[in-house]
């Protein structure tokens, strides 16, 4: 089963991420570039190098851009999409 995480780097997001991987999944998670230094919470999924790029993935995109988002989603193809993510900027 593959799956694809919204907002993965965040608490709900990396929880969500250690639970599909012990359960097997290939796990994707998207990031945005503005984030790419924050994966605090993802850190021990991506210094495993048994996982990070063998069943843990990561895209770069934005949810306020519908075509990174498009792409991803069409060439991962996923069989389980969750949305733990959320906009910093929204007033």
Known sequence: MKAL???VTG?????MADL??????EVHGLIR???TGNTINIAHI??????????FFLHQGDLADPTSLYRIITEIR???LYNEA???HVR
């Open 5 to 7: 995480i919204l907002g």
């Open 11 to 15: 608490q709900d997001g990396s929880y």
């Open 20 to 25: 599909l991987l012990k359960k097997g999944y």
């Open 33 to 35: 570039k503005s984030a």
């Open 46 to 55: 991506i210094s495993d190098k048994d996982v990070f790029n063998k069943q």
């Open 78 to 80: 996923p069989n389980e």
């Open 86 to 88: 959320d906009q910093d």
